[in-house]
């Protein structure tokens, strides 16, 4: 297993998060999937020789949005049609107006998979299909000609997602966000089992048991939560005063003795208790020991390390201790039965900011007509 990174998301999100189809009955996911790109289609009565390819600028936008809504309502007239063709303007500006770069973006597939993204690029339209492989054996074509290219990361069952993640995804529109704070906090730890965001580093664990979980587990991991954050700081004030040569066994006495009298508790957890169950945690802290805290986290609960990528020397020593600090830890307060039982995993990273491919190249055929102009 490759090693946890921490991921900052007050560096690389906007913290904007939209699930958007991709399809009726989500016939293009893998489109979507394959050229590392989304599309939206309630805009295809402007596809027309004399539409022109190419990225859109904001006036291009809503020149475009005005000649929708025009063709919109020539073409269904009355009263009847009149929420309809308003809804779809919506759903098209929301696409190339609302949605940004950077943006987290997110689409189901037909077999109850989600798959998550980066948002890479301005709008454009684009008229040449979008195709599968020749060995995917479909060949059905998404002509959807609005387009934004996305990095895409690794896909995950739908089951696994939080409850009240899974709640908004009952929405049936084409494209909308999900913006209740406690949703998109619930996502980001879905999706980055290790972030710094508002000056805290976030941590989870999924609970994979299915049978009523007791109060003395719970009473075991709670304390062993408390022991990671007591030796974070230890460990934190330790580098600061030493920072070459530090060796745990130097002053394991001092450390075990540190966390017996330490009480200046920041540590805050938030749990649910359901199949599949979450643990939540948050720690506020100076950065040292927010990455110190993540490291052993990560070792208690997996047997993968966090990756020292783009981390200070300071925090790569502070890394490079975390396996014998785990250890020390773990002959004191023993936790392994309760982890066994509770079903206590770190979750796989989904991959997004990390991954290093890129999106292909986009072709914009020349076409010399009026109409709705891209730059």
Known sequence: MEDY??????????????????????DFYDHFRQNNVIAIDHAEILNTESLNSGQLNNQDCEKLLISLGEALGKRFKGKKYKGSNASKVGQVRRFLVEVSVGDTIMTLSPNNFVLTGIVKSSPYISRIPITLSKDKGNNKQCEFFLRRDIEWGRSRSKDSLPYIV?????????????????????????????????????CSLDLKTKERISNRDLSNISQKLDDLEAASRFIAEKIKENATGLKLSDFEDELLSFIKDFDQYDLKTQQAFMSPGHQFVQLKAERLQQVIFAAIFALTFSDTCLATDDLSDEEKMAVQLSSELVRVLEEERDSSVAKHRMGLAIPKQIGLEEKKSQSPKKSFPTIKSKGVRGK
């Open 166 to 202: 899974d709640k908004s995804l009952r929405n049936t529109s084409t494209i909308f966000g999900i913006k209740k704070p406690d949703a998109v906090k619930a996502l980001n730890h879905w999706l980055y089992p290790f972030h710094f965001i508002d000056n805290e580093v976030r």
């Open 5 to 26: 990174r921490i991921i900052n998301k007050d560096k690389h999100s906007s913290g904007k998060v939209w699930v958007i189809r991709s399809g009726t009955d989500a």
